[in-house]
């Protein structure tokens, strides 16, 4: 198998190379090293496997182009390449939208020309369901509750682009989708919220997880915005990189596969009970503010994951207790 990362140095491309690379496969990684911490990522798939990222931008037509030339074909796409930040997008949409947006037409538009038999799996959001102000949520002590989904959300859910960002992941969420039925190409777009694990390099807005471990070990006071509440399925990425084998073997042309993908119910967790796990663990006191909710901020996202699974077969194996205590141990070592 020949698997085409794009965004390779990134944190789930470099756990996703990893996989791939340590099964036997062979693959090409692209990345514009524009995100902090893909450099050391970089280095990294260097030095363990000899993968060196080739510098293009996903976004510039010629580059792909010039790239898909030389490179092609690929038996399938990762295609995690993208602006990941939902305040970024705020500050420069226009940027978003080229990464994002036109970034996937790019990455479709050479497979439709050129290697059609190719597999596209791209990464979407959870965001392409806006606010989820229509549903009942409940507040209760650790945690808000969606108690008419007690199994989390099936891809029924109404599409509401909230944000640029949002609009972005949507718009390459769609045609991902539609270049499938159109085109009758292998594509697939995973509609995912939180995913979690090594390699990662996170921001206070983009991996929320790494990065309050990191405040709460560090000792500083970690200011929150809104209650601390919000519940999302925490994904391992080693769990994410075993689901693309399986759906490079799976999905069908034609389809335009539109899939809920996370941790699922057993793995959900409010940032409160991030905290109360981390205090159970290192007695250590977390210290936190709560304050202003973000904008257009979920309350509950909670995958049910039940088409994947019935496609592939596939199911999340490291619980939350498992891939936590992993990422801690890395940081206190
Ligand atoms: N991590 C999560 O919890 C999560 C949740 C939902 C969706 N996603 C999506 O998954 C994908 C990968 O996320 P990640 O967490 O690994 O993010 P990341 O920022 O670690 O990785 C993205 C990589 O893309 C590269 N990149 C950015 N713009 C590029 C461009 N124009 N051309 C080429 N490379 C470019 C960056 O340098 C970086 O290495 C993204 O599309 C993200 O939106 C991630």
Known sequence: MRWLITGG????????????????????VIDDLSRNGSELNAAFLLEKYR?????????????????????????????LAGQVSFLASLEDPRRDFEVNAIGTLNVLEQVRLHS??????????????????QIRMVEEE????????????????????????????GTADQYLSDYGRMFHL???????????GPHQHP????????????????????????????????LHA????????????????????????????????????LFAWIEDKTGLSVDFRTGQARPSDQLVFVSA????????????EVSVDTGLSRLLAGLTR
Not at 14 to 26: I, K, S, V
Not at 52 to 69: L, Y
Not at 186 to 196: E, H, I, K, M
Request: overall charge negative; glycine content about 10%.
């Open 9 to 28: 140095s990134g944190f789930i491309g470099t756990n996703l190379a990893t996989h791939l690379t340590e099964r036997g496969d062979e693959v090409v």
């Open 51 to 79: 993968l060196e990222p080739h510098r293009v931008d996903v976004s510039n037509r010629a580059q792909m182009e010039d790239f898909f030339a030389q490179e092609k074909p690929f038996d399938a796409i990762a295609h």
């Open 116 to 133: 059609p038999e190719t597999a596209v799996i791209g990464m979407s959001s959870n965001k392409v369901y806006g606010d989820l102000t």
């Open 142 to 169: 650790t945690r808000y509750v969606a108690p008419d989904y007690p199994r989390g959300f099936g891809e029924n859910l109404p599409l509401e682009f909230h944000g640029p960002y949002g609009c972005s992941k």
């Open 186 to 196: 292998r594509t697939a777009s995973l509609r995912q919220s939180s995913v979690y």
């Open 203 to 234: 921001r206070s807005d983009q991996g929320w997880v790494a990065h309050l471990l990191e405040e709460a070990v560090a000792g500083r006071t970690i200011q929150l915005n809104g209650v601390g509440k919000q519940v999302r399925d925490l």
């Open 238 to 273: 080693t769990d994410l990189a075993r689901l693309f084998v399986a759906l490079e073997e799976t999905i069908d042309a034609g389809v335009g596969y539109q899939l809920n993908v996370g941790g699922g119910v057993e793995n959900s967790l409010s940032i409160l009970e």
């Open 305 to 316: 994951n039940e088409t994947v699974s019935a496609l592939t077969g596939w199911a999340p």
